[in-house]
């Protein structure tokens, strides 16, 4: 259903059961992303709960190793392709076309489709728990041949379903990709140049074209083993004249990029909510946002840093070692740009500014642990072990998601109208920090030791770290219920939102809360200084005054 | 109240004088994380297993360098961090902004400069380790059918003194030593000597991993992979499959006996006396009691039959590591 500009009604007035069907507003498809992502999130969490419960004592005594092998790679599965990447499209949904002042994404249409794609997909992965011989048990990266062993020889197998859903995963995020790139280059507001752009615009376009140039050897990648699981072919079989380290190839020239459109963008939510909260511009904006893209080029370079211990030769090895070592530097920009950010500010500690900080630590303790990887030697002795489990944890759960709840109770006013709850959501953090370091903290001792990643059962000397690990993962499950107390309550009865609960400088708080369906309709303001210029005076748009005067009076009088 | 008094690190952006008291308190803070640091880097070897190649203590090296640097850089970083938060934070009902400072070229060259020499000169203390281990021989595309076969073909130019051929299976490890005729499902060698590995699958990928090597390699199946190391440390340790390998891959381990040459010859000629018998195989021994089970769980592959060996060994025995 498409809701039209007659009768004139506030958004919070429309009919919530628009959320459940066909909707072509950017701001309704955002909030269906994230909270089906959310829903995802849940399901993949209750997984990791058991993985965990397995790990907690050396045998292998919760469930069958079959079961197990299932579950770790549905975890992973759900946790990226139905979690993350819906999470972070949900939030380019939202900001983008408020952000840059257009009414809508470039193809609405082409954005309903590939968000609807995801429920889709999801139920199909889902699904895999229920056919014969269960859900497709090789990890998420599949590799041949152990994929392409189909137990059962059945043609509707986990391992097929598994695939055809991340082939249409890369579908869904492909459209996306179009609609983003499209919508950041040609409907910015009049005088957004480039470098008038929120960082989190930028980090969007840099992870958006690393979709639509990684996205496609991954697709192609995923169809060819699908032939080789249900087809008969052997383009990844060594005994048909096939090659398995091809796929590896093929995987991680997506998927290593992948990495950086989860991350870019929480780059981007820390760009835009460490001057909000610290009162000051961000650092080097200009450097902030050329790092973005320095990042891609390097990301591209960078994948065989993910099987050095595979069928490679010594030359790439090497190689790839010191491109992988060149991404440290842009990132260390924009780690410092964020401190320089803080210095010397007027902090507040506020539910997402303490994610920002939290996710801030996280993020700095795993570029560290990065560089360790990063370096060949070391990397022989801890690849495929606790250790990357250890550190990748750490980016995508202590940094990404950390930032992602960050936007969460940053924006939520904004697009729903109501404030969420400030001591639920600090208890929620705490929860989370807490949590995720105990959790994924004592993964790395275990890597160090030796103790492989994916194993159902092992040697009793990893049981101590593991004990800490689990007990974290059940505190990490715990942190969850605040924060969807808070969300479901705030939504109900929060107190309403103005226009601008933080003081916060950028287009999208120059509208109401929630925005009109078009956001600015005819009325785009013309933007005539960079963002975050706080402290320094100047005005964002045109006429700014007025416009924060008409919404004053607005809030006002309702 | 902080923000004009300036006792702290160089302020970023605009300079306002530090006090002889900052600047001591800053270099004593500073002098302090290197203390620190040197102390981490020098415990970074307790969180690793014994060095039982000649491999480990390079790895092991670099692994200190790398967490002394890293300790550096984290404990600057959650300095900085930890004084704004302490110090920079609003007054309660001050809604303000700060002073205005946009960036700092100077600034930004520096950060950018100076971890792009540390990168790079860690890269290259990486590569030289790399060089000297040498794990890394030929790799060959060979017929799975038949890789003993294709041994025949293997250039005799190239043929170390001393090679074991390691056969990875969905789930056990069989390591054959042709010169002495001798099968086995526990690994034996002589300490302080170049041993020259030969991996081959006979199904899906599996990775030889010995934690106390610090060493691991992946084995491809349709693939003959060379593999150097020098055990350098008496002992016995855990071989583990390191590249996941379907259901019973957490349980394909093996015991790795690192003996004197003397001992290890010892072993070679009693095993060669022994006839064959099946190999370890916790997979097979699992398989046969899930079978029993009503319900099993879901699908599995069938482990291959166990190895017919000389010498089945042991993996229930302590191990060093």
Known sequence: MTSTTFPPSPPEDASWSRYFGFNTDAKVIGIQYIVVAFFFFLIGGLLAMIIRGELITPAADLVDRTVYNGIYTMHGTIMLFLFIFPVLNGLNNLLIPTMIGAPDMAFPRLNAVAFWLVPIFGTLLIASFFVPGGPAYSGWWSYPPVSTQNPLGHFVNGQGLWLTAVALSGVSSIMGAVNFVTTILRMRAPGMGFFRMPVFCWTALAAQSLQLIGLPALTGGAIMLLMDLNFGTSFYQPEGGGDPVLYQHFFWFYSHPAVYVIILPVFGIFSELFPVYSRKPLFGYVYVCLASFIIVGLGLVVWVHHFFSSGVAQWMRNLFMFTTMLIAVPTGVKVFAWLGTIWRGKLRLTTPMLFCLGGLFNFVFAGITGIMLATVPVDIHVSNTYFVVGHFHYVIYGAAVMGIFAAIYHWFPKFIGRMPYEGLGKLHFLLTFVGANLNFLPMHPLGLMGMPRRVSSYDPEFAFWNVLASLGAFLLGVSIIPFLLNMVSAWVRGPKATHNPWNAIGLEWLLPSPPPEDNFGEHVPTVISRPYGYGTGEPLVDHQAEIERELTLQEAST | ?321
């Open chain 2, 1 to 321: 109240m902080t923000n004009t008094s300036g006792r702290s690190k160089p302020p970023v952006g605009s300079r306002p004088a530090i006090s002889r008291l900052g600047l001591v308190a800053l270099i004593g803070w500073i002098a302090l994380l290197v203390v620190l640091s040197w102390w981490m880097s020098q415990v970074a070897y307790r969180w690793l297993p014994v060095q039982a190649s000649s491999a480990a203590p390079l790895v092991d090296g670099l692994f200190s360098f790398e967490t002394g640097v890293g300790t550096f850089v984290f404990g600057g970083v959650l300095s900085v961090m930890a004084w704004v938060i302490v110090m920079h934070r609003a007054e309660k009902y001050d809604e303000s902004d700060a002073e205005p400072i946009e960036g700092n070229t100077r600034l930004e060259v520096i950060w950018t400069v100076i971890p792009l020499l540390l990168v790079m000169a860690i890269a290259v203390y990486a590569m030289r380790v790399n060089t000297s281990l040498g794990v890394l021989g030929p790799m060959e595309h060979i017929h799975l059918a038949n890789p003993v076969e294709d041994q025949g073909g293997y250039p005799a130019d190239r043929l170390p003194a001393e090679q074991v051929e390691v056969i990875a299976r969905q789930w056990s490890w069989e390591f054959r030593y042709p010169e002495a005729n001798v099968s086995s499902t526990e690994l034996h060698l002589p300490v302080d000597q170049p041993v020259t590995f030969r991996l081959v699958s006979d199904d899906v990928l599996h990775g030889f991993y010995i934690p106390a090597f610090r060493l691991k390699q992946d084995v491809i199946p349709g693939r003959a992979i060379d593999f150097n190391l020098t055990p350098s440390r008496e002992g016995r340790y855990r071989l583990r499959d390191s590249q996941f390998s379907g259901t019973w891959f957490a349980a394909n381990q093996a015991d790795v006996v690192v003996e004197s040459p003397e001992a290890y010859q010892a072993w070679l000629k009693t095993a060669a006396a022994q006839p064959l018998q099946p190999g370890l195989s916790d997979a097979v021994a699992e398989f046969g009691a899930r079978q029993q089970l009503k319900n099993p769980g879901w699908a599995t592959v069938p482990p291959a039959p166990p190895p017919q060996v000389n010498v089945p060994g042991s993996n229930t025995l302590p191990h060093d590591a």
